[in-house]
T-cell receptor, first 116, second 114 residues
Framework: AQKITQTQPGMFVQEKEAVTLDCTYD???????LFWYKQPSSGEMIFLIY??????QNATEGRYSLNFQKARKSANLVISASQLGDSAMYFC?????????????FGKGTHLIIQP | SQTIHQWPATLVQPVGSPLSLECTVE??????LYWYRQAAGRGLQLLFY??????ISSEVPQNLSASRPQDRQFILSSKKLLLSDSGFYLC?????????????FGSGTQLSVL
């Protein structure tokens, strides 16, 4: 079973609108971390935001916020006031504490296109 | 500050040829190191990770191998490339601490096997 599911392969959004990118995860580990990365066409992976499983409040970083709904195992990324430069692939990822040092598990990504 | 270098940026290799991709990290010591592969339009698949010199863990059986000859050097290799080895390869590092631990990625290598 997939541990990270991103159900939106692609999205078109009008500039300045808010965007919500969906992410659901599957784990039985009580301690885990959730991450969002942005990958522009250049290929680099840019860290956006992190949410720990025990964090009481939703994480925010500038225009990015993470809508964390633990009971639903959901960690949606919200981008406020979208800009043309937000066009990119977006990946949701998870790390489980019981997973040791074996890095992050990534979803398949959402291709976001911001239209002027 | 820490930086990660990965090269080459692009590589075109014939089937059956060897491969060597190199990754180095600066500004930190004893990092965890990772090799990921991204097929076209897909997510990232973890290939190898290392928690120390000479310590390599493989996540999937494949035609590739990894080595860590020095603390901040991670090498991805193959003796004979297959067509299916084509993809975008990313090296990454982390501090090894769990809480909030994110991966820092290199700029990637686009490998085309023809």
């Amino acid at each position: 079973a997939q541990k990270i599911t991103q159900t939106q392969p692609g999205m078109f959004v009008q500039e300045k609108e808010a965007v919500t990118l969906d992410c659901t995860y599957d784990t039985s580990d009580p301690s885990y971390g959730l991450f969002w990365y942005k990958q522009p066409s250049s290929g680099e992976m840019i860290f956006l935001i992190y949410q720990g499983s025990y964090d009481q409040q939703n994480a925010t970083e500038g225009r990015y916020s993470l809508n964390f709904q633990k009971a639903r195992k959901s960690a949606n990324l919200v981008i406020s006031a979208s800009q043309l430069g937000d066009s990119a692939m977006y990946f949701c990822a998870m790390r489980e504490r019981g997973g040791g040092a074996d890095g992050l598990t990534f979803g398949k990504g959402t291709h976001l296109i911001i239209q002027p | 500050s820490q930086t990660i270098h990965q090269w080459p940026a692009t590589l075109v290799q014939p089937v059956g040829s060897p491969l060597s991709l190199e990754c180095t990290v600066e500004g930190t010591s004893n990092p965890n190191l990772y090799w990921y592969r991204q097929a076209a339009g897909r997510g990232l698949q973890l290939l190898f990770y290392s928690v120390g010199i000479g310590q390599i863990s493989s996540e999937v059986p494949q035609n590739l191998s990894a080595s860590r000859p020095q603390d901040r050097q991670f090498i991805l290799s193959s003796k004979k490339l297959l067509l299916s080895d084509s993809g975008f390869y990313l090296c990454a590092w982390s501090t090894g601490q769990f809480d909030g631990e994110k991966l820092f990625f290199g700029s990637g290598t686009q490998l085309s096997v023809l």
